[in-house]
C-alpha cells in the first residue's frame, strides 16, 4: 500500500534536460556532468577539466575587479583594483594553457587589448615575461592561418547553395597596432616580420593593420623609410598610402555639425530606403530569410550612424527633448523615426553612465517621461528597441527598480554551464512538446531517437520572443536515407501540430564497432548535419533519460579519443574547435547578440580603421573580454590518450 501510495514521488522522471556538454566540463568535479562513468573517473581528463576550471576562476577575478572593459590593466594596478600577484597568476595560467595545448591558439584572437601587460611589470614579473615571451611565438604561429573575413566583420556570409568564393583575411595581422601600441614590438621590428611574408593573404592583412596605423601615433619617420625599402610592391605602396593620410591628418579636422531633428529623420528615411533597393540590386537569387536579415542588417546600420548624429544635436542643445516630444506627437510617426529616438536617447544616457552613473542617472531621469511615452506604442521593433535601450543601462550600472518591471529586463549568463536552469521554462513549453510528439509516434521512433538538441539563439539565451527554434535530431543508425523524406514529414507534422515555428537537423548516426559517429554526404543540404559540427557538445539536450544516457555512451566518447581522426583532410580536433568557436562567439553572438544585450565600450572607429573593419564588434574592449570568457568556458575539448 504504502509503494503503491508514494510510487510517482520514487520513480525517476522519463523525459529530462541535460545542459550543454562543453560547459559543463569547465569544472573541478565531473561527477555532475551526463558523461559516462568511464569517463568521469578518467584521470586525464579531470586534470584537463580543472585546468580549465582554474584558468575561468582567475580571469573572472580579474574582471570582477576591473568593471570597465576599457580600463588597462597598467591603470588597474595603479590604482589598486587588482592585486599584482592575481595578475601574475592570470598570465601564468594562459602561458599554461597556450605551452600545453597549441589548439588552444586563437584565444590570442580575442584577448582583451587591455590586459596586455606594460613593459615596467614585465620587469617586475616573471610570469608577465614569459606570457609576453609566448604570446609573440603563438602570434606569429596564427600568420598562417585564414580566416572567412566576413566572420570577423559583419557576419554576411550567403548560403551555402548561392556562395560564392568569399574573401579571406589572416585576422593575426589586424592585430599589429594594438601589439606595437604595447610596446610588444616596435614598428622596426614589425618591419622584419613583414619582410619574412610571402602569402598574399597574410601581406594584405598586415597593409590593413600598417594604414590602421596612422590613427594611433604609432607611425615613425624610420618605419616608413623602411616599409619604402620593402622587397614587397604592396607594402611599398602602403608605405605611401600611410604617409599621405598621415599629411592630411595633420592638416585636417572631422568635426560633425550638428543636425535639426528634420534634418536627421529625413535623411535617416530616405537612407533606409535606399538600403532596401541596394539589397534587390544584389540579386535576384537570394532566400526570403537572407533578403530580410539583409535589410535588417542595413537599417541597423543606418539607424545607429544616425542615432549618433541626433545623439551630438542633443548634447549641443540643437536639439532639446521639447522637440523630441513635440515630433512624437505629430499625426504621423514611423517607428523608424521613433527608434531613431530610442537610439539617440541612449546613446547620449549611455555616454554619460560610461563616465559616471551618478550624471548617467540625472541624463536618464531628463528623459524618463520620453521612454514612457514610447512604451505605449505597439510595434514589435520599438518594443525591442526599448528592451535593448533599458538592457545596456543596467549593465552599466543604473539601478531603477521600476524599469525591471516596466522594460521586462532579461540578461543572458553568456558563459553559464546551466543551460537546463535558466531555460527550464522554455524547455518545459516548446521543446517539450516537440519530445513528446516524437515519443507518441511509434513510427517515427523507428526512424529517431526522442531527443532533442537545442541549438541556435535559444540555446545561447538571446533568441527574441518570436525566434524559430532550432534543433538536431538523431536518426537512428539502421534507419535507410531513402526514408528521409518520409522523417522529415513527420517531424514537420509535430512542428505544425504544436505551432512552434522552426527546423530540425538531422544527424544521421552509424555504427562503429560499439560506438556511434555522425555520417557524412556528399552534397549535403542546410538540414543536414555532418562529423565536422559540435552541436551536440555545444547543444542543450532534451528527451528520455535512456536514450540521452545512450547517446552520450556511445556518441560524445568519439569527441574525446580524436588523436589520428580527419574531418576533410584536416584534424578532427582543430575542425571541432574551429566550429565551437564559429557558433559561440562569431555566429549571431558578434554581429548581433551581443548587441542586443550589451553597450559598446570604445571600439576604435576612426577615420583609418576602416581598413581592418574597425566597425566591427570584435574590436570593443566589452566584446572581447566576453570573448576571452567564453572561449575558456565553452570553446574546449580535451584531446584524451
Known amino acids: 500500500m504504502f509503494?503503491?501510495?508514494?510510487?510517482?514521488?520514487?520513480?525517476?522522471?522519463?523525459?529530462?534536460?541535460?545542459?550543454?556538454?562543453?560547459?559543463?566540463?569547465?569544472?573541478?568535479?565531473?561527477?555532475?556532468?551526463?558523461?559516462?562513468?568511464?569517463?568521469?573517473?578518467?584521470?586525464?581528463?579531470?586534470?584537463?577539466?580543472?585546468?580549465?576550471?582554474?584558468?575561468?576562476?582567475?580571469?573572472?577575478?580579474?574582471?570582477?575587479?576591473?568593471?570597465?572593459?576599457?580600463?588597462?590593466?597598467?591603470?588597474?594596478?595603479s590604482e589598486g583594483l587588482v592585486a599584482p600577484d592575481v595578475v601574475s597568476k592570470m598570465y601564468k595560467q594562459v602561458t599554461k594553457l597556450l605551452v600545453e595545448d597549441p589548439a588552444s591558439a586563437r584565444l590570442l584572437l580575442y584577448f582583451p587589448f587591455e590586459l596586455l601587460p606594460s613593459k615596467s611589470f614585465?620587469?617586475?614579473?616573471?610570469?608577465?615575461?614569459?606570457?609576453?615571451?609566448?604570446?609573440?611565438?603563438?602570434?606569429?604561429?596564427?600568420?598562417?592561418?585564414?580566416?572567412?573575413?566576413?566572420?570577423?566583420?559583419?557576419?554576411?556570409?550567403?548560403?551555402?547553395?548561392?556562395?560564392?568564393?568569399?574573401?579571406?583575411?589572416?585576422?593575426?595581422?589586424?592585430?599589429?597596432?594594438?601589439?606595437?601600441?604595447?610596446?610588444?614590438?616596435?614598428?622596426?621590428?614589425?618591419?622584419?616580420?613583414?619582410?619574412?611574408?610571402?602569402?598574399?593573404?597574410?601581406?594584405?592583412?598586415?597593409?590593413?593593420?600598417?594604414?590602421a596605423?596612422?590613427?594611433?601615433?604609432?607611425?615613425?619617420?624610420?618605419?616608413?623609410?623602411?616599409?619604402?625599402?620593402?622587397?614587397?610592391?604592396?607594402?611599398?605602396?602602403?608605405?605611401?598610402?600611410?604617409?599621405?593620410?598621415?599629411?592630411?591628418?595633420?592638416?585636417?579636422?572631422?568635426?560633425?555639425?550638428?543636425?535639426?531633428?528634420?534634418?536627421?529623420?529625413?535623411?535617416?528615411?530616405?537612407?533606409?530606403?535606399?538600403?532596401?533597393?541596394?539589397?534587390?540590386?544584389?540579386?535576384?537569387?537570394?532566400?526570403?530569410?537572407?533578403?530580410?536579415?539583409?535589410?535588417?542588417?542595413?537599417?541597423?546600420?543606418?539607424?545607429?550612424?544616425?542615432?549618433?548624429?541626433?545623439?551630438?544635436?542633443?548634447?549641443?542643445?540643437?536639439?532639446?527633448?521639447?522637440?523630441?516630444?513635440?515630433?512624437?506627437?505629430?499625426?504621423?510617426?514611423?517607428?523608424?523615426?521613433?527608434?531613431?529616438?530610442?537610439?539617440?536617447?541612449?546613446?547620449?544616457?549611455?555616454?554619460?553612465?560610461?563616465?559616471?552613473v551618478e550624471i548617467g542617472e540625472a541624463e536618464y531621469k531628463k528623459y524618463l517621461n520620453i521612454f514612457n511615452s514610447i512604451k505605449n506604442i505597439n510595434d514589435r521593433s520599438v518594443q525591442e528597441s526599448l528592451q535593448r535601450t533599458f538592457r545596456y543601462f543596467s549593465a552599466l550600472g543604473l539601478t531603477d527598480p521600476e524599469m525591471f518591471n516596466t522594460y521586462d529586463i532579461s540578461m543572458p549568463r553568456f558563459t553559464t554551464s546551466k543551460e537546463d536552469v535558466i531555460y527550464e521554462s522554455f524547455h518545459e513549453g516548446s521543446i517539450k512538446k516537440l519530445v513528446s510528439g516524437i515519443e507518441s509516434q511509434e513510427e517515427l521512433k523507428k526512424y529517431v531517437y526522442p531527443v532533442l538538441v537545442t541549438l541556435g539563439s535559444h540555446m545561447k539565451g538571446y533568441a527574441r520572443a518570436d525566434s524559430d527554434i532550432d534543433v538536431g535530431i538523431f536518426v537512428r543508425p539502421d534507419a535507410m536515407f531513402t526514408d528521409r523524406?518520409?522523417?522529415?514529414?513527420?517531424?514537420?507534422?509535430?512542428?505544425?501540430?504544436?505551432?512552434?515555428?522552426?527546423?530540425?537537423?538531422?544527424?544521421?548516426?552509424?555504427?562503429?564497432?560499439?560506438?556511434?559517429?555522425?555520417?557524412?554526404?556528399?552534397?549535403?543540404?542546410?538540414?543536414?548535419?555532418?562529423?565536422?559540427?559540435?552541436?551536440?557538445?555545444?547543444?542543450?539536450?532534451?528527451?528520455?533519460?535512456e536514450a540521452i544516457h545512450e547517446l552520450y555512451k556511445k556518441l560524445i566518447p568519439g569527441y574525446f579519443f580524436s588523436k589520428g581522426k580527419r574531418i576533410l583532410e584536416h584534424d578532427a580536433r582543430t575542425v571541432w574547435l574551429k566550429d565551437m568557436e564559429h557558433n559561440m562567439l562569431q555566429y549571431r553572438l558578434m554581429h548581433k547578440g551581443y548587441q542586443n544585450f550589451l553597450p559598446l565600450q570604445g571600439r576604435e572607429s576612426t577615420q583609418h580603421f576602416d581598413t581592418i573593419d574597425g566597425n566591427s564588434t570584435f574590436y570593443d574592449p566589452g566584446y572581447r573580454r566576453l570573448a576571452t570568457r567564453m572561449y575558456i568556458n565553452k570553446v574546449f575539448l580535451p584531446q584524451l590518450n
Open 3 to 77: 509503494k503503491e501510495r508514494y510510487k510517482p514521488l520514487l520513480e525517476q522522471p522519463k523525459q529530462i534536460t541535460a545542459g550543454a556538454l562543453v560547459g559543463a566540463l569547465v569544472t573541478d568535479n565531473l561527477s555532475e556532468t551526463f558523461l559516462p562513468q568511464e569517463l568521469k573517473s578518467n584521470k586525464e581528463l579531470q586534470e584537463k577539466c580543472a585546468d580549465r576550471f582554474e584558468l575561468s576562476k582567475i580571469v573572472d577575478a580579474v574582471f570582477a575587479k576591473m568593471p570597465k572593459a576599457s580600463t588597462t590593466i597598467t591603470e588597474a594596478l
Open 122 to 211: 614585465q620587469e617586475e614579473d616573471l610570469c608577465a615575461r614569459e606570457f609576453v615571451m609566448v604570446y609573440k611565438q603563438v602570434w606569429k604561429g596564427l600568420l598562417k592561418q585564414k580566416d572567412i573575413r566576413a566572420d570577423f566583420d559583419n557576419g554576411d556570409i550567403p548560403e551555402l547553395e548561392i556562395r560564392d568564393e568569399l574573401p579571406l583575411v589572416v585576422k593575426a595581422t589586424h592585430l599589429i597596432p594594438w601589439l606595437v601600441k604595447a610596446e610588444f614590438y616596435a614598428p622596426e621590428e614589425i618591419f622584419t616580420i613583414i619582410e619574412l611574408q610571402e602569402d598574399d593573404i597574410s601581406l594584405e592583412g598586415i597593409a590593413d593593420a600598417l594604414v
Open 213 to 356: 596605423m596612422v590613427d594611433m601615433g604609432i607611425v615613425t619617420e624610420q618605419f616608413l623609410a623602411q616599409l619604402n625599402q620593402s622587397k614587397h610592391l604592396l607594402i611599398r605602396n602602403t608605405g605611401k598610402i600611410m604617409r599621405s593620410r598621415i599629411e592630411y591628418v595633420t592638416k585636417t579636422q572631422s568635426i560633425e555639425e550638428p543636425g535639426s531633428l528634420t534634418e536627421i529623420t529625413s535623411s535617416l528615411l530616405s537612407g533606409i530606403e535606399e538600403g532596401k533597393k541596394k539589397v534587390i540590386r544584389r540579386g535576384e537569387n537570394m532566400t526570403a530569410s537572407r533578403i530580410s536579415w539583409l535589410n535588417e542588417t542595413t537599417r541597423e546600420s543606418v539607424l545607429t550612424s544616425h542615432s549618433e548624429s541626433l545623439s551630438v544635436s542633443l548634447a549641443s542643445g540643437v536639439v532639446t527633448s521639447a522637440d523630441l516630444v513635440a515630433y512624437l506627437n505629430r499625426d504621423s510617426v514611423s517607428s523608424d523615426e521613433v527608434c531613431l529616438i530610442v537610439y539617440a536617447l541612449r546613446s547620449r544616457i549611455c555616454t554619460q553612465l560610461q563616465s559616471d
Open 485 to 545: 523524406v518520409r522523417i522529415q514529414g513527420l517531424i514537420k507534422e509535430i512542428f505544425t501540430r504544436e505551432s512552434i515555428n522552426g527546423s530540425a537537423m538531422e544527424f544521421w548516426l552509424k555504427n562503429d564497432g560499439d560506438s556511434l559517429s555522425i555520417r557524412d554526404f556528399e552534397n549535403p543540404d542546410s538540414s543536414l548535419g555532418d562529423s565536422s559540427l559540435t552541436h551536440p557538445l555545444l547543444g542543450s539536450w532534451s528527451g528520455d533519460k
